[in-house]
């Protein structure tokens, strides 16, 4: 009865730890699937029923649409006449007070994500918030300020590394980490988990 009891632990154990992965992933999967798809999703169904071409919901339109308004933001952007046109609005919106800040916040980040590892040079330690705890941080800057060298770090918060703070230290509070910005990256989006 023990042995039975055993190799039913051991089976259901084994068979939990494949299948909460793959739930997880479905469950995500699933939830961006809905949120991509419901963007555009209710208006093209209210579209279609105004045309008279039947009511109801067809599930992935929005994404698809969604999809297709990227290709073409894509297509209008890499040409002479685009790339005027994308100026001038961006010019305009960088005009717009409460629009400014977010729209200017939104580039920095997609550039951030646009140009890569590159933005982060080296992954370090550094104490913070308190002396004697470490955190994981990417050099984006070397600053010399009234004779002082100084090194920007840009520390990430668990598990959405966009949302983080910018903070200046000293070259002697900045310790090497031993990771590659590769390896510190995939560290903070698992929230500790993958440990290099």
Sequence with gaps: ?????????????????IVIPFGITIFILKFLFNFA????????????????WGE???????MITGAAVVYLT???????????LLK?????LTRIPL???IYTSSKQLTKVFQE???SYRRAVFVEWPRPGVKAVGFVTADVLRDGEHYVVVYIPTMPNPTSGFALWFQECDVFESGMTVED????????GVVIP
């Design 1 to 17: 009865m023990k042995a039975v009891g055993k190799h039913l632990k051991g089976t259901f154990l084994a068979g939990i730890f």
């Design 37 to 52: 798809d419901g963007i555009l999703g209710t208006h093209l169904d209210n579209l279609l029923a105004f045309f008279g």
């Design 56 to 62: 109801g919901h067809i599930p992935g339109i929005g």
């Design 74 to 84: 894509g297509l209008v952007a890499t040409n002479v006449l685009g790339k005027r």
């Design 88 to 92: 001038l609005g961006d010019d305009l």
């Design 99 to 101: 629009v400014k800040s």
């Design 116 to 118: 890569g590892g590159s």
């Design 184 to 191: 510190a990256v995939k560290f903070v989006v698992s929230g």
